[in-house]
């Protein structure tokens, strides 16, 4: 099970649909500085072809991770020495990266970016096929679309028509305002069965999740509940454990965009919180169009198949 970082977040609401707001400008249109096609992992997520300091691989693009990040076989591969980091970050399970490495020049796709620091982190932590994770804003202050129906990783620069930033489908898309961390960690409200909850969106994480604490305290879900369904155990980036349950939710909605019977696994580490705060990995993702406006503080979204 892929790692998910579950931040407390203040919650912003509001919406604009296709047809709803005014028609943007004739000469609007969003200056797109690359697109490359993404690999698919196995579990579900997606891989961007990069190089560092020349050493070719696939980088998982991580919404809900620390910036870069690279493993140690690659780093001791590269000239700068490894150094204790003056800003670290400890992932769900224990797993803290004390160390990282500059490097003197980082490609994705046909960009290039120099003098980019990586945190360093355990090689069992990256997959077979990845040398490295990505946290794409915290590479470059740009935005971004992720179109799961081309396989396509867009990235645009400012818009010059904020609020008109949905140019890929006619069809119904939410547009949803969205709150960051300190870390640029994403989140915006959504709807699960009728509730509120708070979606951090994490591309690096195989599922998504709800604290059974969570689940109890907004839906009444019950431990001895003949609907919740024990599944066993998952480990976080191969460190703690957590007992997982499911539950046949109906419908997780983004201001009228929704995703039905969304696979939410229910997780108990012992000590989760009340909050009702949901961090939502690439299976929901992938149902979806995602256009993420830094600039704008705004996530755009529609069904994965709108056009």
Known sequence: ?????VLTIALLAGSAHAGDAPPPPATCSLPELASIDFTTMPEGMIALPGAIDGHKGGFLVDTGGLAGVVGWGTAKQLAGPI?????????PGGTQLDFGVFADRFDLGP???HRIWFLVAPDRMMDANLIGEIQPHAISDTNFEIDFLKGKFNLFGPSPCPGHDVYWTHDAYAQVPMTL???GHISVEAMLDGKPVTATI?????NSFLSLKAAQHVFGIDAKNPGLKATGTASLNGMAGASTYRWPFASLTFEG???????????DTGNDTR???????????RQLHLYIAYDEK???????EAH
């Open 1 to 5: 099970m892929r790692r998910s970082l």
């Open 83 to 91: 150094q204790r980091s003056n800003v670290s970050g400890v992932f």
């Open 111 to 113: 960009l290039s970016f």
């Open 181 to 183: 961390d300190r870390a």
């Open 202 to 206: 994490d591309t690096g994480a195989q």
């Open 257 to 267: 965009i929704e995703v039905r019977s969304p696979d939410i696994v229910i997780y």
């Open 275 to 285: 909050d009702a705060e949901m961090v939502l990995g690439i299976g929901v993702l």
């Open 298 to 304: 705004t996530l755009y979204l529609s069904a994965a």
